[in-house]
């Protein structure tokens, strides 16, 4: 398996914009996550879906934020519109069940200016 | 004043030496406890892994150690080589509660070895 694979790498926008990003989890995975990492708070997670179900999206910042996982193999995190403030790297990752680590993918690093 | 951000405990080792490093963790309940490496520009990587019924567990010049009475996680790196200068982050999990699955990081500590 490639592992995790998030698209795109980078993601330059201007405020207002609408930013998609997406991620393709290991096959046969049933967790999905998606993290924020920023100098100013670290490793944060946003939200998680267990077989393709929003578990806990508590860390979602604002209703600016979605992330919708439409089949086993697809997710995307939408802000809409973007602000500069969400300047960071998104991370997806996904582990094969609730006991076992989780695969990160090489991340999407996000400038809105 | 102004935030700069998280101030990240750092550890800086000569090569070859041991490397300890410490993370205490928030939740009594937490069953599962995770070490990863994050290398620049890269994603977080898994190192090792340790259930609460354990207090040691060892791999390859890797070694975690948990202590639940006071609920710290160390990571012991043996005879540290330059490619193990990362951001290590420790993670819990509780799997026993409606967010089963779900990993909270630690702040992250940055290793850093000299040649």
């Known amino acids: 398996d490639a592992g995790v694979i998030q698209s795109p790498r980078h993601e330059v926008t201007e405020m207002g914009q609408e930013v998609t990003l997406r991620c393709k989890p290991i096959s046969g995975h049933d967790y999905l996550f998606w993290y924020r990492q920023t100098m100013m708070r670290g490793l944060e997670l946003l939200i998680y879906f267990n077989n393709n179900v929003p578990i806990d999206d508590s860390g979602m910042p604002e209703d600016r934020f979605s992330a919708k996982m439409p089949n086993a193999s697809f997710s995307t995190l939408k802000i809409q519109p973007s602000e500069p403030r969400d ?16 695969f990160f993918g090489q991340g999407t690093r996000l400038t809105v200016v | 004043g102004e935030s700069v951000g998280l101030h990240l405990p750092t550890l800086s080792v000569q090569e070859g030496d041991n490397s300890i490093i410490n993370c205490a963790y928030s939740n009594s309940a937490s069953d599962y406890f995770i070490w990863y490496k994050q290398e620049s520009g890269k994603g977080p990587q898994f190192i090792i892994d340790i259930r609460s019924n354990m207090d040691k567990r060892q791999g390859q010049r890797v070694t975690v150690l948990l202590n639940k009475t006071v609920k710290h996680l160390s990571l012991q790196i043996a005879a540290t080589q330059p490619g193990d200068s990362a951001v290590y982050f420790c993670a819990e999990n509780d799997n026993l509660n409606t967010n089963a699955g779900k990993s909270t990081f630690g702040d992250g500590t940055t290793l850093t070895v000299k040649p």
């Open chain 1, 87 to 102: 300047s960071a790297v998104y991370f997806c990752a996904s582990s094969f069940n609730q006991g076992t680590e989780a």
